[in-house]
């Protein structure tokens, strides 16, 4: 394995693998190894079409907390504003001699372009493209539900038994599409909230289930996922107004009361507090919001480490 | 002017005769005929089909001749087996003017290799606003019949109507590009669950189908013709097939490309398939073959796009839209309707030559009687081989059908008794 471009790329067992390794490494962290020596003298380049500092932060940190120099490009005030093509700007960061190109892009696509074009021998990960994937979202969100709810340790299929609902865009959501290929690999039972207007075409395919309505089965979901929703939806006609939205699909504080107990509620962020969740769920003690954003750095250095370093290379590290 | 014969040649009903022209004509045909010609052109193991024409035809001159030219498309042209092509008028500027349908006109004469028949556009600018000067432009030296706003579909409803009507008093005959522009904001390929999973954005069948419907009741309203370019889904056959059963007067083309290839080639990305209308699924594709077989679909065009490199060779939501074809259509047809059994080679020249020549008024195109211009074209049937886009004449190489293996080749093409394609290669040769 090269690259990292969807969710489809990994078989069980890799997927699995990344999420052990990600254990691994929280339990070096945690003994005190604040930075590993795995990836020194590689160059990683984030590459970044789409203004997303979490997600490139995450990424950044990852690579620096395995030694790896890294580049940061962004295409605001670059020579991609001055017309460059993706392929010319691929090619300049392979001169410069980058390992491996973690892209960020609007255009679906745009990383497995990268990877099987030719233009570049560098791995690709891919850090979300147009409203296709983001597949490391979606490790970082499995491995929240697997800490949790502590079936790291299971073999095979560990999510069988557990009910997952993703609500929100789902049509415009490559953290929904990411996670549906994900855990339901992992055995989940996932159901797509959404109302009909943000539901894909034919999403019977990821091997999902589907429900207009979020208050239907709220109190069976082990794991209820908010997407957030982008204000330019309301200006398309996809729902009248963003009260309406907030009203019928939104978790608000009585809906929170209606979930399970033991239920955990994630959000990839940035959270539309008082649209798609309220400021009282989004604080709630099984909210697991900042447990996802450092998570996403330990996910993320597993997913370099497996990448660039192979599985070789992580025993060796855990070993020492 | 050299008089031709060829000799031996197999008619599309499969009987063996030889054909004579002189001065361009075509002179005599029968199994026995007179033998003092200038040159033979040995038919042995071929087949004669009258030259091909295409109604659809991206020529990109004036404005993008770094893709294609009125003579690199020509050449293209006959190296598919065609002798007579229609321009569209997307160009830059638009063909909108007799000025510039004139112009195009002009370079196909001086490239002498086929008929290039400028399309004018239907409204000023492809804007969709205000109707073009239709008139001037039929009663130009380029005697424009067939208006299109090809690349963008007219979608106000009230224009239409208007440009329906006002072509009927020269005959003219508007040409329309389905598709609604509001349900298809952004879209990049057909809506279905292949789209759902890459994330791209839908193309519905519904945004053609809605459009069709609505100018077939149009054109039977104001009694005037219509014709739908490059037809794509199952559905759209089924409207055409309701309004000719009820003698409504609408023709319809489908692309070579639409017989042939399907969503399920887009899952890697590649923007080499990205095309408009887009590649539908399995399911549009049968309904798209049994229409042109049964005659709810009147003639194959080719839609030939073509690109420069650097505008497929990118990601996918920047790259252009369109393939190159007039190199292949005769062999994807071929290969999908003759060879599969759906349909004969009698039928085939009716798609290909016949019916588009009788749709548009081309006088002297799509047939082999005695006394009609010699525009012919020789294939060989047996011959399979793989497509090699580099080795296209076309000044661009976007083809989809790259690589793949293809039934039936041509090999010779004859426009006005002047061979200008020889075993698959230009003679140099031009028609003056």
């Not at chain 1, 599409?177 to 994900?182: D, G, K």
């Not at chain 2, 040995?42 to 003579?71: C, I, N, Q, S, Y």
């Not at chain 2, 060879?339 to 080679?345: A, Q």
Request: one cysteine or more; hydrophobic letters at 40%; a negative charge.
């Amino acid at each position: 394995m090269s690259n990292l471009l969807s969710i489809n790329d990994l078989t069980l067992d890799q997927a699995l693998g990344i999420l052990r390794t990600a254990a691994e490494l929280e339990k070096l962290t945690e003994g005190g190894a604040k930075k590993l020596p795995t990836l020194r003298g590689f160059t990683i380049v984030n590459l970044f079409y789409e203004d997303s500092t979490r997600t490139r932060i995450s990424f950044e940190s990852a690579a620096k907390r395995l030694s790896a120099d890294v580049i940061n490009f962004s295409a605001k005030g670059s020579s991609v504003s001055k017309g460059e093509s993706l392929k010319d700007t691929a090619q300049t960061l392979q001169a410069m001699g980058a390992d491996a190109v973690i892209i960020r892009h609007g255009s679906s696509g745009a990383a497995a372009r990268l990877a099987s074009s030719g233009w570049i021998k560098a791995s690709v990960i891919n850090a979300g493209d147009g409203t296709h994937e983001h597949p490391t979202q979606a490790l970082l969100d499995a491995f929240t539900i697997a800490k949790r709810f502590n079936l790291l340790n299971n073999e095979g299929q560990i999510f069988v038994g557990l009910k997952v609902a993703i609500v929100g865009d789902i049509l415009h959501s490559r953290v929904a599409r990411s996670n549906a290929l994900l855990l339901t690999k992992l055995g989940a039972e996932v159901t797509m909230i959404a109302p009909p207007t943000l539901m894909p075409v034919g999403v019977a395919a990821w091997g999902v289930s589907s429900d207009y309505s979020l208050d239907n089965r709220l109190a069976e979901y082990d794991v209820v996922m908010m997407l957030r929703i982008q204000s330019e939806r309301m200006t398309d006609s996809y729902f009248p107004t963003e009260r309406e939205y907030a009203r019928r699909y939104g978790l608000n504080s009585e809906r929170l009361g209606k979930m399970k107990e033991s239920a955990i509620l994630l959000h990839p962020g940035p959270m539309n507090r008082g649209l798609e969740i309220s400021a009282e769920s989004a604080d709630a003690e099984n909210s697991m919001v900042l447990e996802q954003v450092s998570n996403g750095v330990l996910v993320r250095m597993a997913v370099l480490y497996t990448l660039l370093g192979g599985p070789t290379m992580v025993d060796e590290v855990v070993k020492a | 002017m050299k008089s031709i014969v060829i000799s031996d040649v197999k008619l599309s009903d499969g009987s063996s005769v030889s054909i004579g022209m002189r001065d361009g004509v075509i002179t005599e045909i029968g199994a026995q005929i007179s033998s003092d010609y200038d040159e033979t052109i040995l038919g042995t193991g071929l087949t004669a089909l009258p030259g091909f024409v295409d109604l659809h035809t991206h020529l990109r001159e004036p404005g993008k001749e770094d893709a294609e030219t009125v003579l690199t498309g020509s050449q293209s042209a006959v190296a598919g087996g065609f002798t007579a092509v229609s321009a569209m008028a997307n160009t830059n500027p638009v063909a909108d003017t007799a000025g510039v349908v004139e112009q195009v006109f002009r370079l196909g004469k001086e490239a002498g290799l086929c008929e290039v028949f400028p399309i004018g556009a239907v409204s000023k600018g492809l804007m969709g606003e205000q109707l073009a000067e239709l008139g001037a432009m039929a009663t130009s030296a380029a005697a424009v019949r067939i208006f299109s706003d090809d690349g963008k579909c007219i979608s106000d409803p009230l224009l239409m109507r208007r440009a329906l009507e006002y072509v009927k008093s020269f005959n003219g005959l508007i040409a329309q590009h389905a598709q609604d522009p509001r349900l298809t904001v952004n879209a990049q390929m057909n809506e279905g669950e292949i789209s759902s999973t890459l994330g791209l954005a839908g193309w519905p069948a519904v945004a053609e189908e809605s459009i069709i419907a609505r100018d077939i009741l149009l054109a039977d309203h104001v009694q005037s013709r219509l014709h739908i370019c490059h037809v794509s889904t199952a559905g759209s056959v089924e409207i055409i097939r309701w309004a000719k059963s009820r003698g409504i007067s609408v023709t319809a083309e489908v692309t070579p490309h639409h017989l042939l290839l399907t969503e399920d080639l887009i899952t890697g990305y590649d923007p080499i398939y990205k095309v408009n209308p887009p590649l539908r699924s399995q399911r549009d594709v049968e309904a798209l073959r049994t229409g042109l077989a049964d005659g709810t679909i009147d003639i194959v065009a080719t839609d030939h796009a073509p690109h420069p490199r650097e505008d497929k060779d990118c990601e996918w939501a920047a790259a252009a839209f369109g393939m190159t074809g007039l190199e292949t259509a005769f062999s994807v047809v071929f290969t999908a309707m003759v060879k599969s059994g759906l349909m004969s080679m009698e039928r085939l020249v009716e798609v290909m030559s016949t019916a588009p020549a009788r749709i548009a008024g081309y006088i002297g195109q799509g047939s082999l009687a005695i006394g009609s211009p010699a525009h012919i074209t020789l294939v060989d049937l047996a011959s399979d081989y793989p497509v090699n886009a580099r080795s296209h004449l076309s000044k661009s190489s976007n083809s989809p059908f790259n690589g793949l293996v293809l039934s039936g080749r041509v090999r010779d093409t004859l426009f006005h008794g002047v061979a200008v394609l020889r075993n698959g290669t230009l003679t140099g040769e031009r028609f003056a």
